[in-house]
C-alpha cells in the first residue's frame, strides 16, 4: 500500500437483507478476526470514507440513499457487495419491491460471496478492496501529473 497514505475508513451500509451478512461485519470488528490490523476503521460518515462497504439487496427506497452515499465519498472510492444479496439479489431477488445487487446501481469492484458471508470472506473482500484502491490511487495520482503538463 504505498499510496493509500492514511487508514483507510469503511462506511457499511445494510440495503435491505436479514442481517445476516450485519452480524459478520461487525464479528470482524471484534478481536477474534481484527480487521482493524489491517489499519481499517469503521465509519458513520460517507466523506470520510474510501470503501462502501453494502450488505443486502437494493429496493427502490434505498436507491437515492445508495446514490447519495456514494456520490458523497471522495475520490478514490471503492465498493464491496457483500453476501450473496448484495451480489445478485439472493433470494430476495423476485421481490416485487427489488431491483437486485448493488451493481445495478453503483460500480462494484469487489464482490463477497455468501449467505451469510463468513468474517474471513469478509475480511478477504476488503484486503482486495485495498489493493483496488491503491491501483485507483495510482491512477488519479497519475492523471494530476499529466494534468500539471
Known amino acids: 500500500m504505498n499510496f493509500v497514505k492514511k487508514s483507510p475508513w469503511i462506511l457499511h451500509y445494510d440495503g435491505s437483507s436479514c442481517n445476516g451478512c450485519d452480524i459478520e461485519v461487525l464479528a470482524c470488528l471484534t478481536p477474534l478476526y481484527d480487521v ?53 439479489g439472493g433470494i430476495f431477488a423476485d421481490c416485487y419491491n427489488i431491483v437486485g445487487g448493488v451493481n445495478k446501481v453503483l460500480p462494484v469492484d469487489v464482490y463477497v460471496p455468501g449467505c451469510a458471508a463468513r468474517p474471513e470472506s469478509i475480511i478477504d473482500g476488503v484486503v482486495k478492496a485495498l489493493a483496488v484502491l491503491e491501483e485507483k490511487q495510482k491512477a488519479l495520482n497519475e492523471k494530476k501529473v499529466t494534468a500539471k503538463k
Not at 67 to 74: G, V, W
Open 36 to 88: 482493524e490490523r489491517f489499519g481499517i476503521i469503521n465509519t458513520g460518515n460517507p466523506k470520510h470514507a474510501d470503501i462502501l462497504l453494502i450488505t443486502g439487496s437494493v429496493n427502490e427506497q434505498n436507491i437515492p440513499i445508495v446514490k447519495q452515499l456514494y456520490e458523497q465519498m471522495p475520490e478514490p472510492k471503492v465498493v464491496v457487495a457483500v453476501g450473496i444479496c448484495a451480489t445478485s
